[in-house]
């Protein structure tokens, strides 16, 4: 549009069409606008767009098993067991609208910040059935009619089983579970993603400094038109299909230095606290340290020799309790390796 002192004006407008045999189609705009400075001090940028997803025939018309360790409330244990998604012929594809909002100053030299807005608007998502959640349900429904493991032939008790959830009927250890494939009716996310990088040059070498920061700002889920609203941002979302754990707030900080062929670097990894149905579940600090050797051999062939490890304080994951805990973690955030360390040469 402009290209003058005054900076530059640029859009792009893209139209993306799909059509599947099995009748699903979908038109989806994509519109972006970018405008930027004479002295590139300066950006600021927007796109807007939708986009479309169709159920696989996997999740139409395929039964697929899995073994998964299962938290059972009701005898007390954990338990590997076979879940069985079933086909769902009915399926209609997952559509979403995305709208981004942003801009990049450079106010002093080497030093960039960027800040960007984004929200996404998701109705009828594929979604599939927590067995794990099925569980625990059907244990609280038990237990609150006083019925225990060994009680479940009793009309009472068997009233209020699940048909999804087979059960030894003398024990009531749980043997498989049955998990129905669906469309969600509506999920929200936006948030922030900032951005600072600085880097200078000195006569010792050069160093870099950078941090990447998300804030999720809102994750609300509802499951049906007629379903309440849950607010899933700063939780664990045990309770709901439709979602994983969504700390609120994520941010790497990296600080470089480069001299000839030596690199290394620090990068400090933080996961926000964020809250499930038993407690809070502690946020996290992780350090990881990398030094890269690049030299040439063999008339100038380059080689590169790496050094790293991963959590160097070895760090424990926070603690998690809850009827749907399996591990005593998180294991959709956290990773409970401690201490690694690696080597590895690139020729």
Known sequence: FMDSDAGLLEAQVAVRYEEYDSGF??????????????????????????????????????????????????????????????????????????????????????????????????????????????????????????????????????????????????????????????????????????????????RFGNFLLMNDTTYILKYDLRETEDSEVIEGAGKRNEDSVLANSIPELRSNTMLGYGLGGHEANLTLRYIDSYEDAADTIDSWWVLDMQYNYSFNVLDDHEATITLGALNVTNEDPPVVTGATNEFGYDTKVHDPRGRMLYARLIY
């Open 25 to 202: 189609d979908s038109t989806d705009p994509k519109i972006g606008l970018l405008y930027r400075t004479a002295n590139e001090m300066f950006a600021l940028r927007s796109t807007w767009g939708t986009s479309f997803r169709a159920p696989t025939l996997f999740q139409q018309f395929v039964t697929d098993t899995s073994l998964n360790a299962t938290s059972d409330p009701l005898t007390s244990s954990l338990v590997f067991l076979g879940e069985t998604a079933t086909p769902n012929a009915d399926l209609v594809p997952e559509e979403a609208e995305t709208f981004t909002i942003g801009g990049t100053v450079v106010p002093l030299e080497n030093l960039s910040l960027s800040l960007d807005y984004y929200d996404v608007q998701y109705t009828d998502r594929l979604s599939q059935e927590s067995g794990q959640q099925l569980i625990v349900d059907e244990s609280a429904a038990l237990a609150a009619a006083g019925c225990g493991a060994t009680d479940l032939a009793d009309p009472n008790c068997a009233a209020l089983r699940n048909d999804q959830i087979v059960r030894d009927e003398l024990t009531g250890t749980p043997l498989r579970i049955f998990v129905n494939r669906f469309n969600a009716s509506v999920a929200e996310s936006s948030g922030l993603d900032f951005n600072l990088t600085y880097n200078w040059d000195t």
